[in-house]
């Protein structure tokens, strides 16, 4: 089990923005992927963003981008995500977790989920 603690979350107004941030430890951060997924209310989980080993490149859902950036410090064993112009459809308890690049699914070789940090977007 890898412990994974979110935080950053709040209620801000529509267009608002928020910081996301997430601390990974029990095994080697620079070896998986990472990313950001998010479960609203009533909603199967989903994935939003995620980031490759070193950072170099991005992914996001359709939905998300151009507002949202995913960010990692290999120094730190932290990922971020900034929330920019934030819409009430953004509500949800966020949750990040080493990623597949492939699936944009949880990392075949984890099974496990932090607390989640919760997101509201008032309109």
């Known amino acids: 089990q890898v412990p994974l603690v979110e935080s950053g979350g709040g209620v801000v107004q529509t267009g608002g923005s928020l910081r996301l941030s997430c601390a990974f430890s029990g095994r080697t951060f620079s070896d998986y992927p990472m990313g950001w997924f998010r479960q609203g209310p009533g909603k199967e989980r989903e994935f939003v963003a995620a980031?490759?080993?070193?950072?170099?490149?991005?992914f996001y859902a359709d939905s998300v981008k151009g507002r949202f950036t995913i960010s990692r410090d290999n120094t730190r064993n932290t990922v971020s995500l900034q929330m920019n112009s934030l819409k009430p459809e953004d509500t949800a308890v966020y949750y990040c977790?080493?990623?597949?690049?492939?699936?944009?699914?949880?990392?075949?070789?984890?099974?496990?989920w932090g607390q989640g940090t919760q997101v509201t977007v008032s309109s």
């Open positions: 977790n080493a990623v597949s690049l492939t699936t944009k699914a949880l990392h075949p070789g984890f099974d496990s």
């Open positions: 980031t490759t080993w070193r950072g170099s490149n991005y």
